[in-house]
């Protein structure tokens, strides 16, 4: 990774600023403690990893900003890179990843955070710990490689040889054998499950030739129980049939009697209705005169209806002309006495005018002294929108100092009281670090005793299936010997017959048979009791096994809990190193904090515009009673300009009286007028008379109207009786037809009932010569029904266990090809388990790193000893002895020789550590720009050169110009002054009052 530029914004101390790494090979970091030199470095592992050393994500945000944003520019692999992170104040962070192409930068995050920072990953090969612990040598982090525990060093080597595709190809060996061995232990319970599926086919041949047997003879009673079944059903049909027929006869009878009794009925009311017709007929001659009478009335009424009708209206014409004339004198009443309202307001409204004018003088006056203080008020008010935001400001600024002061009181407070807590907490590591490598042993006993636990499973398995076989076997013998055992009954007989040729023995050929007969069944019986001796020393074998299984088990049940506390102490440990590191920091904002405030440092530029805002305001001298009092006076005088309102309204409403007064008069008298005129000679009255003489000419009399019309109330019955009359003169001739018809019916009815009631006397003597078989029938059935129930359930049961004789047939070749299966399965079990061996941490990645660590020493020793004359070297160790007992455990110790011989880490001074750890930091870095996958070409040194003398410091410029041919660009931060002179490049950083700043000097 080559940086090309990098641009700040609000980050840390920096608040804008941006440097171009292009040109620059060896270039020197320089300013005073506390410019911001460090920071400069952050800001590129922010903008790649998105971590600093600082506590929280807003902390890298400048002091009264509220968003930082890092551009950064780097070279990898032929390609150039962009990365910008940005992040808002309390909120969310952004993360673009960009690729230059020939039509400039591309974007090439995927959505998200995460997701883009392993798009990073992914690219450059490098993630955040791997950098700090090879190519940035990072203030107050120098010697966390050597504070590594032995584990977590091989881990970091492992990151850097890219070892983890081993862990992924063990997990995934793991999940296989794992995979084979479920596979395995399922097929395993398949296979007793046939067995014992199998064991049953005797038992179920001879149950289904027993079932066969039981139909058969069910059949048979079932055939014979239907014939009897037949004849009786045929006897019921025919009694069936005759009783149907019977019922139908029955029921067209009782249909006969019911149309008799309908043509009676029929017949009485034809009857009847006849001599209602002969009694209207003898009324013809009344009825036709008074029918007569009533249509002479009936004219009256319709002329005398039509004189009504136009009296009627003729009064209506008269009631709306007399309404119309009253309301438009009505109309012209009301308008008169509203005219007459208005001159009465008219009049008083003169009086209050003249009254409103007397003050006129003294209102003129006044209303000029309100203009006065009106125009002093404005010039007030523009001077107090000046002042306000000033004060405000002012008041802001005093607030936000002593804010600023109050939060470096507290966090100095809480930074205090957390080292307080941190080093309590330390002083843990030295006993978790001794329970961690007590533990460590443990497991690893506990480890062999779970492979032999496997071994042992195995075994039980094989011996388990070895008796299995032998027991079969065992069977066969058995079954042979009895065959031979009848055979020898068989030739005790003096008219033995030959087994194969069938015929008769001759006593010499007798003897030969049963000689070699007894020689077979010796054979076989010593065979038989050779396998129970071999299946009797299996058991032994196996029950020696399961004992020490047993064993194992109950020594193995502590082996979770003692994982779970290894895990529970790593993640102690690893939590003890971060708060080792978080203390340093701690301490260093500790100092920060209170020199700041022992120097009065905060807030410097609040102070100086607090100063600035102070002479303003003197400026400006503005006097907030005065203008409180000016607009109290301009408020008093608030009603003048209201009575010069009044006054101006009434000068024009006493025009306005002046024009309106003679109008309203000339309006009265037109009105009075018009009245006069309406109840004289005008044309509504003209009509009304019109009307009068024309109801006089009509000569309508409603009493004569009312008596007709009584009289043909009392006359209407006569106009039914005439149209009843009529009718009957229509049918009388033929209900006379009618009723002769009625008559002839009856009489045919009758012979056909006397002819139905002897066809059913002959049906029911039929009927009862026929007997009743349906209780035959009944108990037949049921007993059909029965032996049908019998039948079925013997053909389930046979049909069951016929699919169970086919099943078995079917697991006999399951059984084979199951065995065959679970051989190849344990064979790839056991490859498996071995490649998990093989890629584990104690396989190919250990041989690895124990073949990549002799590279890694002799470059430590070749730096070291530039460094210090060749005083001192160190020792890189893979393996170590138990100190409890000769098991070779893995580790990763680097012992560190002088003239004196060997010597802890912690014993050497700061600048001998410094020149250790940056030996080995240099040459892991080489080791990096040596590996394939990952090709580092920039080295940050930011640590330790202030522990170094003279000759020290001379050791490492000659070290770093020695290797700087092999990095396309070294980094060194430092406040020294030799160091400053001995690189050609410098980066000044310096603080201002607007944070810090850089320049690019050569």
């Known amino acids: 990774m080559i940086p090309r530029q990098l641009t700040l914004k609000n980050f840390l101390s920096y608040q804008q600023a941006t440097l171009d790494f292009r040109g620059l090979h060896t270039a020197c970091i320089c300013g005073v403690n506390g410019a911001g030199k460090s920071s400069l470095l952050e800001a590129i592992t922010w903008a790649i990893w998105g971590k600093t050393r600082a506590g929280s994500n807003d902390d890298v945000i400048h002091t009264g900003a509220t968003e930082v944003r890092v551009d950064f520019e780097f070279s990898f692999a032929e390609n150039t890179y962009r990365v910008i992170r940005t992040r808002q104040r309390g909120s969310r962070s952004d993360l673009q990843f960009q690729i230059y192409t020939p039509k400039g930068f591309s974007p090439i995050t995927k959505k998200g955070i995460t997701a883009g920072q392993e798009e990073i990953n992914k690219h450059i090969k490098l993630d955040y710990d791997t950098f700090i612990n090879s190519a940035y040598l990072r203030q107050g982090r120098a010697d966390e490689f050597m504070l590594l525990r032995p584990g977590k060093r091989k881990e970091v080597l492992a990151n850097l040889l890219k070892l983890e595709q081993y862990e992924e190809l063990e997990e995934k060996a793991k999940n296989k054998a794992n995979q084979y061995k479920q596979e395995r232990e399922r097929i395993a319970a398949e296979l007793e499950q046939i067995k014992q599926k199998i064991a049953t086919k005797p038992d179920i041949l001879h149950r289904i030739e027993s079932i066969t047997t039981e139909i058969e003879e069910t059949q048979l009673t079932i055939s014979q129980i239907q014939q009897q079944l037949d004849l009786l059903k045929e006897k019921k049909h025919t009694r069936q049939r005759l009783l149907d027929e019977l019922k139908i006869k029955q029921q067209v009878f009782r249909d006969s009697q019911q149309q008799s009794d309908r043509l009676t009925k029929e017949y009485q009311n034809t009857l009847k209705q006849l001599t209602e017709l002969e009694n209207l007929l003898q009324q013809e001659s009344t009825i036709t005169t008074n029918y007569q009478e009533l249509l002479n009335l009936k004219t009256q009424e319709r002329n005398l209806r039509d004189k009504s009708q136009q009296h009627q209206r003729l009064q209506q014409q008269k009631q709306q002309l007399e309404q119309q004339i009253q309301q438009q004198r009505h109309q012209l009443e009301l308008n008169a006495q509203k005219l007459r309202t208005n001159l009465d307001n008219l009049n008083q409204e003169e009086q209050e005018i003249k009254q409103i004018l007397s003050n006129l003088d003294s209102i003129t006056q006044q209303v000029q002294e309100l203009q006065h203080y009106r125009q002093r008020l404005r010039e007030l008010d523009n001077l107090q929108q000046e002042v306000v935001p000033l004060k405000q400001r ?9 804010r600023e002061k109050a939060q470096l009181e507290a966090s100095l407070t809480q930074l205090q009281q957390t080292v307080t807590k941190l080093s309590e907490e330390l002083a843990k590591k030295t006993q978790q670090l001794a329970q961690l490598e007590q533990i460590e042993e443990q497991l690893e006993i506990l480890q062999k005793k779970r492979t032999r636990l496997e071994w042992i499973k195995q075994k039980i398995q094989e011996q388990s299936n070895r008796e299995v076989r032998l027991k079969e076997r065992q069977e066969t013998l058995k079954k042979e010997l009895e065959k031979l055992s009848q055979k020898q009954d068989s030739l005790q007989h003096s008219e033995a017959i030959c087994p194969l040729c069938e015929q008769n023995l001759g006593e010499h050929h007798l003897h030969q048979v049963i000689n070699k007969t007894a020689q077979e069944t010796e054979k076989i019986e010593t065979e038989y009791w050779s396998i129970q001796e071999q299946i009797v020393q299996s058991q032994r074998e196996r029950d020696n096994f399961n004992k020490e299984l047993t ?24 939590i003890q190193n971060k708060r080792y590191q978080e203390r340093k920091q701690v301490l260093t904002k500790i100092e920060l904090i209170e020199q700041s405030l022992e120097d009065k440092t905060y807030g410097e530029s609040l102070f100086v515009e607090l100063t600035e805002i102070e002479q303003q305001l003197a400026k400006l001298n503005y006097d907030e009673k005065t203008h409180s009092l000016i607009r109290e006076k301009e408020r008093g005088l608030g009603w003048v300009e209201k009575k010069q309102a009044d006054i101006e309204r009434a000068q024009k409403k006493q025009q306005e009286i002046e024009q309106l007064r003679p109008q309203i008069l000339a309006q009265l008298a037109a009105i009075e007028r018009e009245i006069n005129t309406l109840v004289i000679d005008s044309p509504l009255q003209q009509q009304l008379e019109e009307l009068l003489t024309k109801v006089t000419e ?3 009399n409603p009493v004569e109207y009312n008596q007709i019309v009584e009289a ?3 006359a209407d019955q006569w106009e039914l009786l005439y149209q009843q009359l009529q009718q009957a003169q229509a049918k009388y001739p033929q209900k006379q037809t009618d009723l002769a018809e009625i008559t002839q019916r009856q009489k045919e009815h009758q012979e056909k009932l006397v002819s139905f009631q002897q066809e059913l006397t002959d049906l029911q003597t039929q009927i009862n010569a026929i007997e009743d078989t349906t209780e035959p029938i009944n108990h037949l059935d049921k007993e059909k029904d029965n032996k049908h129930k019998h039948l079925n359930h013997f053909l389930t049961e046979k049909g069951s266990l016929t699919e169970k004789q086919n099943q078995i047939t079917i697991a006999e070749q399951e059984q084979i090809e199951k065995r ?20 584990g941490k104690k396989g190919i990645q250990s041989l690895m790193i124990e073949n990549i660590i002799p590279y890694l020493e002799a470059q430590t020793n070749q730096i070291l000893a530039k460094l210090t004359s060749n005083q001192l070297h160190v020792e890189f160790v893979t393996q170590k002895t138990n100190r409890t007992s000769d098991k070779i455990n893995e580790t990763l110790d680097i012992n560190i020789h002088d003239s004196r011989g060997k010597r802890p880490y912690e014993t050497y001074s700061g600048g001998e550590a410094f020149r250790i750890n940056f030996a080995i930091r240099l040459a892991l870095s080489k080791l990096l720009t040596q590996r394939s996958g990952t090709s580092l070409q920039l080295l940050v040194i930011d640590e330790g050169f202030g522990t170094q003398d003279q000759d020290g410091c001379d050791r490492l410029i000659a070290a770093i110009n020695a290797i700087a041919s092999e990095f396309a660009c070294i980094l060194t931060v430092t406040h020294m002054q030799q160091f400053k002179e001995a690189f050609q490049n410098h980066i000044e950083v310096y603080k201002t009052s607007e944070g810090s700043r850089l320049s690019l000097s050569s």
């Open 698 to 700: 009509l000569n309508y």
């Open 712 to 714: 043909i109330d009392k």
């Open 394 to 402: 002012k008041d802001h600024l005093q607030i936000q100092i002593e």
């Open 551 to 574: 064993t194992l088990e109950q020594d193995l049940i502590e082996s979770s809990s003692l994982e779970q506390k290894y895990y529970q102490l790593e993640n102690e440990l690893d």
């Open 820 to 839: 065959e299966k679970l051989k190849t399965l344990q064979k790839q079990q056991r490859i498996y388990d071995e490649l998990i061996i093989a890629f």
